[in-house]
């Protein structure tokens, strides 16, 4: 089982449609990114989130450590937005933290 | 500009020669990592560097090494590639706020070098 799980794998939606994607982990961790890959494979850091909730634009982030899980929301979806979104989880382990990645999301917005 | 600067872009050797992709960052940052992304694998961290000469390995080590002389260099050294290391690899930089502590920064990524062992 991997130690980082997202849902759903893909995901089809019309223009403006509210948008969620979950991540799920099993370990303790020390940190959570949201990033984003478009197509053609560069990838951006869109959250870093150690509790609580973060907003940028039409992106919101939010973790429950306690449950072990996180949301990427996006409200009024636009074309633009279609991307593969990628959770990952700070592990530590013995003063070192290693990064372990979700398999992704693949999210396409038809206009 | 704040970037991470990863070369080359492109790359196809043969197996057994050994090459070196290069990274490097200029936002003075701590934390440095490796990662390949494969289909239906997704991304998995190579090994990661914690400042200078701090270095251990991710999930994937074997094949790689690395150094961290310098701390905006952070070169991934394949000794002797094979087949099974073509790949998209990517470096990364971070400040680090140090273990406990809490980090607000973003994840920095280099545009990625394709690599191809032929």
């Known amino acids: 089982k991997n130690e980082v799980e997202q849902s759903p794998q893909n995901l089809t939606a019309q223009e403006g449609e509210f948008i969620t994607i979950n991540c799920s982990y099993s370990v303790g961790i020390s940190a959570l990114h949201w990033l984003q890959q478009h197509p053609g494979g560069g990838i951006v850091s869109l959250f870093m989130?150690?509790?609580g909730k973060k907003k940028h634009g039409r992106l919101i982030a939010t973790i429950n450590i306690q449950e072990k899980h996180s949301s990427l929301h996006i409200t009024a979806s636009h074309p633009r937005d279609s991307a593969v979104y990628i959770c990952a989880v700070f592990i530590s382990n013995f003063g070192n933290e290693k990064l372990t990645f979700g398999t992704g999301t693949r999210l396409t917005i038809i206009p | 500009e704040a970037q991470v600067t990863q070369n080359p872009r492109y790359l196809i050797t043969v197996t057994g020669k050994k090459l070196t992709v290069t990274c490097s960052q200029n936002?003075?940052?701590?934390?440095m990592s490796w990662y390949r992304q494969d289909p239906g694998l997704g991304l998995r961290q190579i090994y990661y560097s914690m400042n200078v000469e701090v270095t251990d390995k991710g999930d994937v080590p074997e094949g790689y090494k690395v150094s961290r002389k310098e701390k905006r260099n952070f070169p991934l050294i394949l000794e002797s590639p094979s087949p099974n290391q073509t790949s998209l690899y990517f470096c990364a930089s971070s400040l680090w706020g140090g273990t406990g502590k809490v980090r607000g920064e973003k994840l920095f990524f280099g545009s990625g070098t394709q690599l191809s062992v032929l």
């Open positions: 989130l150690s509790s």
């Open positions: 936002m003075n940052h701590e934390y």
